[in-house]
Structure formats: structure tokens, C-alpha cells
């Protein structure tokens, strides 16, 4: 299995203000649930958003929108089911 990682922000600037750094394997909490994204899209507003013309918290990610899977639920959570 690859391992996992993610992009990460810590300020807006160049694209160089983005890292990679492993992702932290996490039970869900309450109310939350674990999603393996297999893919993101990137698109104009992301790029925006990482040079500072769109202001966001920090830190942040990348990557507005995703396609993946369920792959944990934590308590209470009824409306997904983990493989979807």
C-alpha cells in the first residue's frame, strides 16, 4: 500500500509554500467520518486561494473537490456506510 500524504499550506505564496507531509492515520469522532480520496480536482480557485488572492485559514490544503470512498464512521453517524 502507498503511504498516505497530503498537501500542505502553512501561508499563501508560490508554489513552493505548498509540502507534502504523511497523513496521520485518525478514528473518526463523532459525527465524523475517514475519507480515502483517491482523486482531487484542482482548478483556478485553489490556485487563488494558495497565492493569497482568495483569502483562507491557514493551515489548509489543497484541493477543493474529491472522489474516494468511506473508510471509517464514527459515532452516530447513519447516512454513510464505510465503501461508499
Known sequence: MNPLIKVRMDAAGTPDAMRLEPVEVQ???PGQVWLEQTAIGVNPL?????KGAVAIDFPS??????AGRVAAV??????VAVGE
Open 74 to 79: 464514527g459515532e452516530g453517524v447513519t447516512n
Open 27 to 29: 478514528a473518526p469522532g
Open 61 to 66: 490544503g489543497l484541493g477543493l473537490e474529491g
Open 46 to 50: 485553489d490556485v487563488s486561494q494558495r
